[in-house]
């Protein structure tokens, strides 16, 4: 394999994990606002039931 086979591939490579590690960061993103917005609808109905 030549070296510029191997640097592309290495690139290549690296832009896989970069992605799939922006897509984990958006999932976890995602959900962390879904669960503020849960629980401060139940923040806010447990203290209306007072």
Same mark, same amino acid.
């Given at each position: 394999?030549? %070296?510029?086979?191997? =640097? %592309?591939?290495? &690139? !290549?490579?690296?832009? @896989?994990?970069?992605?799939? %590690?922006?897509? %984990?960061?958006?999932? =976890?993103?995602? !959900?962390? &606002? =879904?669960? @503020?917005? =849960?629980?401060?609808?139940?923040?806010?109905?447990?203290?209306?039931?007072?």
């Amino acid at each position: 394999m030549a %070296l510029y086979e191997s =640097i %592309l591939i290495a &690139l !290549f490579c690296m832009s @896989v994990v970069f992605a799939v %590690l922006g897509m %984990l960061w958006a999932i =976890i993103r995602i !959900f962390s &606002l =879904i669960i @503020v917005s =849960i629980e401060k609808r139940n923040e806010k109905s447990s203290t209306d039931a007072y």
